[in-house]
Every structure is written in C-alpha cells, then in structure tokens.
C-alpha cells in the first residue's frame, strides 16, 4: 500500500506497522518457528489484514499454501505487493470474503485479532475455527482480554460505548477454548511496551505528516482525530487490556461447530 500523494492527501494509518496486532515482530517469528514445526501445508488465515503471519507462516514452511481472507481491498493489496516481494504469489491467495463464508478444513488456521469475524461471542469464535481446522491441526489464536476488569469510569474514556462484555478474562478465553474442541499447547501475553509500540505504530505515519505538513488545510481535524484516540487509549484501555497469542491443538473426533 503507498502513500497517496503526501502533498495533498492524510496517508491512511498502519503503515509503519509490521502487522496489525500487538506483538514485537521477533516473538512473532519464535511463534512462527514453533507452528512450522508440525509443516502445516494448507493455511487459512482468517481476518487476514495484510497478512503478515500468514506470509511469514509460508516462508517458513516451504511448499506450504495458504488462503488469507479479509473484507478491506487496501489490505489485502498490501499484502499481495509483500506476497510478491517475498516470491510468495504462487503460494498464496488473499481473497476479499466474509469470514463467515468459509469452508473446508485446513492443517493449520491463523486467527489474530480477528475473532469477531465470525462471532462476538470468543467460545462460538473458537468453535467455528475447530470447524475450518483438521483433526490434529492447530490454531494460531490471537485475542484481546481483561486485564483486570476496567471500572465505569475507565469504561466510559474507551471506544465509544465499550462495555466489560467487551472482552473476558483470559481463564474465560482457555476455557472457552477447552470446551471447543482444542488443548492449549503455547501462550504468549503480551507486554505493556509491546501494546504501546502497536497503538504508538497505528498512527506513527500519521503523527509524521502532521510533523511535516502543520498548515496543511487537513492537518486541524487530523490532530484532533489522533489527540482524542490516544486519550482514549491512555485513559481508557491503556493498563486494562491485555493481548494474548494462543496456539492451540485440535483435538480428534467431531468438530463442534
Ligand atoms: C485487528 S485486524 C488484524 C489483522 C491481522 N490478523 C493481523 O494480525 O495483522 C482485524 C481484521 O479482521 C478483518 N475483518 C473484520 N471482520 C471481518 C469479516 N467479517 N470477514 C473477514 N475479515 C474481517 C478486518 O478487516 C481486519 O483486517
């Protein structure tokens, strides 16, 4: 994805980011390294964004193919020019789809940050991936979760109308989990740091042109829409919410969803 004429045009945000969940890209890789272990050879990535793991999974398992679906078309091209930059094209397929629409059954299934794709509700999430994944395959699951769970007034500063049914407590995700059909094999919980460099990384290229482009005529609205989500960040979810990176096992026999 480049830059729109930066003279005239806001850049969109996410473009300094590796990917768009909170992970330092060096953990990401030890992940990576760990689930190529098994040489999963179909991989689905669901809610895909620019498909970043789904990317770095194929360059560790040679000959493996993947399937990355995502509804945003600028997405999903920024991950193509990186699929070609890194001689992946003909090992991949980013498709513009509905997560729900997905069918068939692959060894390994990524799901990072994306779980409401197919269901607000993390354990109904969790059963509709045990359907997409083989028996013995696994799940790359990444999710948000309570900290501790935030008080009214932290609540109200959040997203606009956040709610504690927002997210869950991370036993509630394990357990959710256990009772779809998967054995938690791997857990990764992100650091404060790693959370601040993801929200400081969303809108770092944005912050930059408004560095180098204050009397531009979109520059006001542009200050105003990142000073109100970072207060919304530090005073609402900074502390609160926690990310975690799952790797689950599927268990054998019927799937539940
Ligand atoms: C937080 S981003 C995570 C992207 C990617 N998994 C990553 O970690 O870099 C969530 C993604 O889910 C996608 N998404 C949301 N609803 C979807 C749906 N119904 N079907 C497919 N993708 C969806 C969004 O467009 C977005 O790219």
């Not at 330092?24 to 992940?31: A, E, F, T, V």
């Not at 990072?112 to 354990?123: K, N």
């Not at 531009?216 to 109100?228: S, T, V």
Request: proline residues 5%; glycine residues 10%.
């Amino acid at each position: 994805m480049d830059h729109a004429d930066p003279m005239t045009t806001v850049p969109l945000n996410g473009l300094s980011l590796e990917l768009n969940s909170p992970i330092d890209p060096g953990r990401l890789d030890r992940i990576v390294a760990d689930l190529a272990r098994s040489e999963p050879q179909r991989v689905l990535d669901v809610g895909c964004g620019w498909a970043e793991v789904l990317l770095r999974m194929l360059a560790a398992v040679p000959g493996a193919t993947g399937v990355g679906v995502d509804l945003e078309q600028v997405d999903l091209d920024r991950g193509r020019k990186n699929a070609e930059l890194r001689g992946l094209t003909d090992r991949v397929e980013l498709r513009a789809a509905d997560a729900k629409t997905l069918t068939g059954t692959y060894d390994l299934v990524l799901c990072v940050g994306a779980q409401h794709a197919l269901a607000d509700d993390p354990g109904r999430a969790l059963s509709a991936l045990r359907g997409l994944t083989a028996a013995g395959g696994r799940l790359l699951f990444g999710i948000d979760y309570w900290l501790t769970v935030p008080p009214a007034e932290r609540l109200e500063v959040m997203w606009g109308g956040a709610t504690v049914e927002d997210s869950v407590l991370l036993p509630d995700v394990v357990a959710a989990a256990a009772a779809a059909g998967w054995r938690l094999l791997d857990l990764h919980e992100v650091s404060q740091s790693e959370w601040d460099a993801y929200e400081c990384g969303l809108v770092r290229n944005q912050e930059e042109w408004l560095l180098d482009h204050a009397d531009h005529p979109e520059a006001a609205a542009l200050r105003r829409r990142l000073d109100d989500g970072r207060q919304q960040w530090l005073r609402g979810h900074h502390g609160y919410l926690g990310f975690a990176w799952l790797t689950l096992g599927a268990l054998p026999g019927p799937t539940a969803a």
